[in-house]
């Protein structure tokens, strides 16, 4: 065992005088020890609840080996979003998955247990797994249920829009805050959350039928002490995590995530996650999948319906068994229960269709809602969301935007012209720093009512919670001197999802002029943001630090 190191013979007595006085007993250090890393945080609703899962993990765990929970930090997106806290949300990942890396190999843990419940966490949670690869399990915190009369979260944003364009009153704008968000849980559309979660229990990393759960239900606490034997499972066996993920897994993963039409934020995490385990998944693999799927799901944020109502309409697992017998999904890669996935899906009926997943002859959307789009005005690619009736092509003219604050003040207190392209930009992963998420922007823009005349483009990226005519992650980014960087207003774009591009209409050499007068607009960063500034990949390799 691994934690020997700390354990086991004479000369280890000090390691073991310390973990005495934190509870053990003799017969703990013949057993193995199960790091359980714990997001939980009174920062948010969607990991207030976490502190009661790791504890049922822990009994859980108890029953076969000795488990220690520990914690990470974390950042509430839907709090940072819209101010400068969100430049550490992505950054908040990378601090996550090292935390985890660092006390499970400080501690030399067997195996890791992670449980978290917001965006970043989620990925961070995963990471950490990756880069110590140890027999692992992710468990997710579940999904918040919808507050009065139906809203959530991104009601909340989207009211600000109303708001600032006279169509409710401050009173009403206090009643939606008031009555949206009630109890724990992550944000509860396919937003960046629940679409993790999914693509965690798709890659084999979770429990199968566990990223569709509520956060505070019978079911999860059942997840939680269902994990004990699990773990000593995969440590009997010797299945580590990167045994689990591959290639292959991941594929899964976004082909579902596209069908159900999950956030582009996932396309980050899983190229991060890809980058960390050496798996060679590039933008133009995901641009094949995605560019092969229709949109079938009617999820928030664009549809109607939330992660709680599919819940109770039977989950995923049955539309997981139809796509396995359509041969759209691998079913040959391995999961935690140290069997397939289609050895886990053997007894589940593939009846899958009802009020939010379409039929796949039928869907919704015969494209699907994410694109990954190339051409001279990002030459590494881009991700695009195109989320409803929009179209498929969009030409308009460019308004320009150095941060993200402009843009709103602008969008505010300014009538906006049909076919304008917002261009916001110097928010990339360097820029920013941070790589900020535009949901005050594009919730704005809906809440305004001309969502189906403006499309919006940035080197940043969106939450989950956006839909509209959307770009983000466009690469290079501002700060590297990519085309973005010279744009200037009136210039004309063309988005086109049907071919994968885009183009800005400017011949070579007046692109190459216009860098000689590059200005970066970038603000000063200090701190940790500096940090992931110097040291973060491009948004193509998924925005992680380079390790
Ligand atoms: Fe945590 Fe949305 S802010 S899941």
């Not at 053990?24 to 193995?32: A, E, M, Q, R, S």
């Not at 397939?340 to 007894?347: F, H, M």
């Amino acid at each position: 065992m691994r934690s020997n190191l700390i354990t086991k013979w004479p000369d280890k007595a000090a390691n073991r005088a310390m973990l005495r006085a934190v509870g053990y007993k003799t017969n703990d250090f013949l057993k193995y020890q199960i790091g359980i890393a714990s997001t939980w945080s009174n920062i948010t609703p969607c990991n207030n609840h976490i502190n009661i899962l790791s504890k049922a993990v822990e009994y859980s765990v108890n029953k076969y080996c000795k488990g220690t929970i520990f914690n990470t930090i974390t950042v509430s997106d839907g709090i940072s979003n819209g101010n400068l806290g969100m430049k550490y949300s992505l950054l908040s990942r990378e601090i996550i998955s090292s935390s985890i890396e660092t006390v499970c190999n400080a501690q030399n843990f067997d195996s890791i247990i992670s449980i978290g419940g917001c965006d970043k966490n989620i990925p961070g949670c995963i990471l950490g797994m990756c880069k110590v690869n140890l027999p692992s399990i992710f468990i997710y915190g579940g999904t918040i249920l919808p507050g009065k009369n139906r809203t959530d979260i991104v009601s909340v944003f989207e009211s600000l829009g109303k708001y600032y364009s006279n169509k409710i009153n401050e009173k009403q704008l206090l009643n939606i805050e008031k009555d949206s968000i009630i109890g724990s849980g992550s944000c509860s559309g396919m937003y960046t959350a629940n679409s993790m979660a999914i693509a965690a229990e798709i890659i084999g990393i979770s429990l199968p039928n566990t990223s569709l759960q509520n956060a505070q239900s019978i079911n999860k606490i059942l997840n939680c002490l269902n994990v004990g034997k699990i773990i000593f499972n995969l440590l009997k066996n010797n299945i580590k995590i990167n045994d689990i993920i591959n290639y292959n897994s991941i594929l899964n993963a976004l082909k579902v995530i596209s069908l159900l039409g999950g956030s582009t934020n996932c396309i980050l995490h899983l190229l991060s996650i890809a980058n960390c385990l050496n798996i060679n998944l590039t933008l133009k693999d995901i641009k094949k999948i995605t560019n092969n799927l229709p949109t079938i799901s009617d999820l928030k944020p664009s549809g109607v319906y939330f992660i709680s109502d599919l819940i109770n309409c039977g989950g995923i697992q049955k539309f997981l068994k139809f796509l396995l017998e359509i041969n759209l999904l691998n079913g040959d890669c391995l999961t935690v229960t140290g069997k397939t996935l289609k050895e886990n899906l053997y007894n589940v009926k593939n009846n899958y269709i009802n009020k939010i997943l379409k039929n796949i002859n039928f869907p919704l959307k015969k494209t699907n809602q994410i694109k990954i789009l190339f051409g001279n005005l990002s030459i590494n690619g881009c991700v695009s969301k195109i989320s409803g009736k929009e179209g498929e092509v969009f030409y308009g003219k460019s308004k320009i935007f150095n941060s993200e604050e402009e843009s709103i003040e602008y969008i505010y207190k300014n009538k906006i012209f049909k076919n304008t392209i917002i261009v916001i930009r110097f928010e990339g992963p360097k820029g920013g720093p941070g790589m900020r998420e535009m949901l005050t922007p594009t919730s704005a823009l809906i809440g305004i009512g001309v969502k189906k005349d403006i499309a919006l483009i940035t080197d940043g990226r969106f939450s989950g919670g956006s839909h509209g005519f959307v770009v983000g992650h466009i690469s290079p980014e501002a700060y590297d001197k990519g085309e973005i960087s010279i744009l200037k207003n009136n210039d004309i774009i063309m988005i086109d999802t049907i071919n994968n591009n885009i183009i800005l209409f400017i011949n070579e050499k007046n692109i190459i002029y216009r860098k000689k007068f590059f200005i970066n607009y970038s603000k000063i960063s200090f701190g940790i943001l500096n940090l992931y500034r110097n040291n973060v990949l491009d948004s193509s390799l998924g925005s992680s630090f380079k390790y």
